[in-house]
C-alpha cells in the first residue's frame, strides 16, 4: 500500500485518479503503474467541457512517463468515456497526456527539451526511443506549436531555397526577418512551393508586410505578384545572391584566362580562386600585396572583379537616382568589356533593376536570415533518418520556428 502513496506523489496523479497498482520488473528494467479512479465521478465532455455521468471505459492503453530511480516507468490506465447529452460519447481528456500520445505531457516535455539541444540519434539513443518515436514527439511539438502561433504583424519576410539531401532536393524557407524565425516551409522551389504561404495570412498581415527579400528566382517573383498587393513596390532581390552571381562570372572568365596562360607558361592565376572572392580581411598582409598587384594587372580576370567590385557598390547609395546613374555607368562598361560571363550578368542585373534597387528604401537582405541558415545547417547534420522531406520540414520549425512546443503540463 506505501508504494502506492509513494507513486501517486512521484507522479503527481491526484484525484479523481489513483495508483491502484505497482508491478516492478526488475529484469526489463520496469515499472508498470495501473491508474483507477474514483467511482462517483462525473467526467468533462472533451467538446464542450459539460460535467457527464460515465459511459464506459475504452480498452487499457499504456504511456511512458518520465523514469524514476532509473526504471523505465509505464502508466496503464482505461480512459473513461463521459455521455454527454450534446455530443454522445466521448472519451475524455486525460490529465497526464494529449490525446493519441503514447507518453505522458512531462515525457514529451523532456524529450523536447532534449531535442532541441542534442542530435535527434543522441535523444534516441539515451531515452531508448525509436526514429518513428522521436519524430512522432516532434511532429506533435511541431503541430501544437503552429496551432498556437499568434497572429502576429509581420513587415519583413525572407524567401529562401535551401538544398536537401546533396542538392538533388529544395525546400522553400519563409522566415520573419524581423524576429529571426522561420515562418513556413514547404517542399520544392516553384510557384506552387510558395503559393501555399500566403493562405496562412490573415488580409490585415497581408496589408501589413513592407518588403520580401528573395533571390532572382522567377517562380518566387510569379508567387509574390500574384498574392502580395504592390508587389512590384515591396520585392527586392537579395544582395548577396547577386554577389554570387557576380562572383561565380569572375571565376568563369578566371578558369579560361588560367587555362590560356598556363599554356604560355604563365602561373600568375594558378591556385587564386578563392582570392577573388575573400574579403580583404582574409589575406594576411603579403599575401594582400600580392594579390593587389594581380588586382592592378591587365589580366581579363582582374577586369571582371573590378566589373563585380563595382556592381556591389549599388547597395551603397541612398538615393535611387544617383543609383540608376551609377549603374547606367556601369552597365556601359560591362557590356562592352567582352567578357562573355560578365555580360550575361548584366543583362540578368539589368532586367531586374527595379526591385535590385527596391533594397534603398526598404534596406533587407537574406543575410537577415543567416543565423536561421546556420541553424537550418546544424538540423541537416545532427538530424539523420529523414525518410522523407516532412521529417525535415518537422526539424526546421522544430528548431527555427521560435514556437511553443510544450504540451500543455496538468
Ligand atoms: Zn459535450
Known sequence: MQDHQLYQQILGITAPWRVENVELQLNEGEVHVYLGHESQTLWKCPECEALCPLHDHDSERSWRHLDTCQYRTILHAAPPRARCPV??????????????????????????????????????????????????????????????????????????????????????VVNDLSRGRVLYVAEDRKQSSLDGFWSTLTKEQLEWIEGVALDMWAPYEQSIRAHLPKAEEKMVFDKFHVAKHLSEAVDKVRRTENKELLEEGDERLKGTKFDWLKGRDKFDLAAWRAFCQLRRSNLRTARAWALSEQAMKLWTFSYERAAHKHFNWWYRWATRSRLKPMIDKAKMLISHLPNILTYLKHGITNATSESINSKIQWVKYTARGFRNCDNFKNAIYFHCGGLDLLPRST
Open 87 to 172: 455530443h454522445g460519447v466521448r472519451v475524455v481528456r486525460l490529465p497526464w497526456a494529449e490525446p493519441h500520445s503514447r507518453f505522458t505531457a512531462l515525457f514529451e516535455r523532456l524529450a523536447i527539451d532534449w531535442l532541441k539541444a542534442a542530435s535527434q540519434k543522441a535523444v534516441a539513443d539515451r531515452l531508448g526511443l525509436s526514429w518513428d518515436e522521436v519524430h512522432g514527439i516532434m511532429d506533435r511539438a511541431v503541430k501544437r506549436g503552429l496551432a498556437r502561433r499568434e497572429q502576429e504583424m509581420i513587415a519583413y519576410l525572407g524567401v529562401d531555397e535551401k538544398s536537401f539531401r546533396k542538392g538533388h532536393k529544395y525546400l522553400t
